[in-house]
């Protein structure tokens, strides 16, 4: 499945093998240089790369959203520098990634921005939103897991994919997995629903909905394009690297032996743009 984003944030990159300490900036963008007064700077700290990361793209996300919704010049231009000033939070968050030996291309502002400015759409066609992304926990009767290796990074994970317009969620977990794997499975229930940039498990605004599903027949074969190995794989006996197993490993095999499981999601935060608590519930 090819990926459809300019700026190469494959959906593999829901990612990095568990991702190390966030190392934090002091920026003016954060605040953090006065203790005065009341508002953000007065009490918030320092900023972290995936706030950096939030920040910019929830910015430049309103800035397009309201350029889709008017005509006036005098508005059309303070969306436009709102924009710009989102691009140099974006580039500031790249940069920090690299710094941290994380995978990120170099973000040249102006480009940017005229990539922004180009997906600008009208109207209700113009309200950005999150991409949505599929995954696949799927189990066989040795109660192993199915993981791919994703052939652009040469990171394990379940299979995943984009959402595609005129299926279901659960009939994309489907047709993922037997194009990725070969395998054919039935969808057995919902088990995660998570946010890929407040996670930190990619960089670009994601919802991830994740299904367990079960092995019903086929054959292992990897896609030509997209995966370099499949294969089925013990709790502990996992490959490596592998991405985010703090985070889904064991929930995804209590499904798999058909352990009672809530839906994980993201509890909301309090305050919603500074809070620090961003573990899945």
């Known amino acids: 499945m090819p990926d459809p984003s300019r700026r190469n944030f494959e959906l593999a990159s829901l990612s990095v093998p568990d991702a190390p ?3 934090t900036v002091e920026p003016e963008l954060a605040g953090a240089g006065s203790n005065t007064g009341s508002g953000p700077s007065a009490t918030a700290g320092s900023a972290s790369t995936k706030d950096l990361l939030r920040w910019g793209e929830a910015l430049a996300a309103i800035a397009r959203t309201g350029l889709g919704f008017t005509e006036n010049l005098y508005e059309r231009e303070r969306f436009e520098e709102v924009l710009k000033v989102a691009g140099e939070i974006r580039a500031a968050a790249s940069s920090q990634l690299r710094d941290e030996g994380q995978p990120s291309g170099t973000v040249v502002v102006s480009e940017l921005v005229q990539e922004w400015l180009a997906d600008v759409g009208t109207g209700v066609a113009g309200y950005v939103t999150p991409k949505v992304a599929v995954g ?5 009767d040795e109660g192993e897991i199915l993981l791919v290796k994703r052939a652009d990074s040469g990171v394990w994970l379940y299979p995943t994919g984009w959402a595609d317009v005129g299926y279901s969620a659960a009939e994309v977990a489907v047709k993922e ?3 990725e794997t070969g395998i054919e499975v039935e969808p057995v229930r919902l088990v995660m629903v998570l946010d890929g940039l407040r996670l930190g498990i990619t960089q670009i605004p994601l919802y991830s909905l994740v299904f ?7 054959k292992l074969s990897a896609h030509p394009l997209e995966c370099s190995q499949v294969g089925w794989f013990a709790e502990d006996d996992l490959p490596t ?3 985010g197993t703090g985070l889904w490993k064991e929930h995804a095999f209590r499904a798999i032996r058909d352990e009672p499981v809530e839906v994980l999601f993201d509890q909301p935060r ?5 809070a620090k608590d961003d573990k899945a519930t």
């Open 241 to 243: 690297p592998l991405a």
């Open 270 to 274: 309090r305050p919603v743009w500074r």
């Open 21 to 23: 300490d966030e190392k």
């Open 177 to 179: 997995v037997l194009e």
């Open 136 to 140: 696949a926990i799927v189990g066989n």
């Open 212 to 218: 367990h599903l079960r092995a019903t027949g086929g």
